[in-house]
């Protein structure tokens, strides 16, 4: 019989699987970082350790060892007599972390438009084309995981670990940010065909040109992010002004 500590998931919402190569705190850092990234807890929030042991059906100990890891990728600050708070980025942050993105996938663009490897060539064809499919289909949560896949896949293509690793860990940033604003690129068959500019110029060795269309595009989605933070920020200011003039 598995220990306590060899498990994961005492409720539905939580993997049964044991993974007895794996420390319990590498098990469930997975998980909470998913459930910080896609909001189930908010910016500003306090995670409730108590609960968080039951769900998992763990002790304290490897709770707090993932935390610690979390804390060091910047989605919660340990606060003393406080416990585990979720980050809450401002808008110059979300924009410093998008310079990031779009640095490091303008660099993986031109790699893989230079090292013209056939197998990467065909993974990133073949994602544009089912994308192009599931824009055409309306199937949105598809296109959106095809997406991810596609950015993906070029930095993977470039066969450096190190920028797949830092890519990686930016995404999560990136990704909490478009649940949060529930704002992402846009979803049309047109928003598909923006990314056949990256991939012609990927397939014909213009490296270059590629890296330049990606940040192009980044650069777009990113004006749409920045765009939604300044109008909540400016729905926040309108409704603190709405509640001063009902108390006075």
């Not at 065909?193 to 940040?215: F, Q, S, T, W, Y």
Request: proline share 4%; charged share 30%.
């Amino acid at each position: 019989m598995a220990r306590r500590e060899d498990r994961i998931g005492t409720n539905a919402d939580r993997p049964g699987t044991v993974v007895r190569n794996m420390p319990m705190h590498d098990q469930i850092l997975p998980h909470l970082r998913k459930d910080i990234v896609e909001n189930r807890w908010k910016s500003g929030e306090r995670l409730p350790e108590p609960q968080l042991c039951k769900e998992f059906g763990i002790s304290r100990t490897p709770l707090r060892q993932a935390l610690k890891t979390l804390e060091s990728e910047g989605l919660i600050q340990l606060i003393p007599h406080v416990g585990a708070v979720v980050t809450d980025p401002d808008a110059a942050e979300v924009g410093e972390t998008m310079e990031i993105l779009i640095g490091l996938e303008q660099l993986a663009t031109i790699r893989v438009a230079q090292s013209q490897q056939p197998a990467v060539l065909r993974e990133i064809e073949g994602i544009y084309r089912e994308m192009q499919q599931a824009a055409k289909q309306n199937a949105a949560d598809l296109y959106y995981d095809l997406n991810n896949n596609f950015h993906r896949s070029i930095v993977r293509g470039t066969g450096n670990q190190s920028l797949a690793e830092l890519h990686e860990k930016v995404m999560w940033h990136v990704h909490r940010e478009r649940y949060r604003a529930a704002v992402g690129e846009p979803f049309t068959v047109e928003s598909a065909e923006h990314h056949e500019e990256i991939v012609r110029a990927i397939l014909d060795n213009r490296a270059e040109d590629a890296g330049l269309a990606m940040r192009r595009h980044l650069e777009s989605v990113s004006q749409l992010m920045m765009a939604r933070r300044l109008m909540d920020v400016e729905i926040a200011q309108q409704s603190k002004a709405g509640k001063s003039k009902t108390k006075s």
